[in-house]
């Protein structure tokens, strides 16, 4: 089994050079006094361990949805967290908003990794 670290990117900068960096990411957009993303956060990291990913190369990462409040506005419309993007080459191929469960998280790696 393959174990996912949850790494947390603080910069846009950051961000853009993980995702030139890595291939496959999923990114999980939080905030610090959201309560539905403190649920979000925690199924993740207690999934970490348990999550089967076919694939080594998937990262994970975590970005504060207040720190890229306007990038995140600008570039997906996105106005509620917590959310998922799904990141490959660059590009994002999918975006849910709201908490998702395990099995659903599950699902989504399955159909876009």
């Not at 670290?5 to 939080?30: E, P």
């Not at 970490?48 to 997906?76: A, M, T």
């Not at 990141?87 to 191929?93: A, P």
Request: glycine share 2%; net charge neutral.
């Amino acid at each position: 089994m393959y174990v996912v670290k949850l790494q947390t990117i603080l910069s846009l900068d950051s961000l853009s050079k993980f995702l030139k960096k890595h291939a496959k990411v999923l990114v999980f957009v939080t905030g610090k006094y959201c309560p539905s993303c403190q649920k979000q956060q925690r199924t993740i990291r207690q999934s970490l361990s348990e999550i089967r990913i076919d694939y080594p190369d998937l990262s994970l990462i975590c970005i504060d949805g207040n720190v890229f409040q306007q990038w995140l506005l600008e570039q997906f419309n996105l106005q509620c967290i917590p959310a998922l993007l799904c990141y490959k080459d660059e590009q994002c191929i999918y975006k849910i908003v709201g908490y998702q469960s395990i099995t659903e998280i599950e699902l989504l790696l399955e159909n876009y990794y």
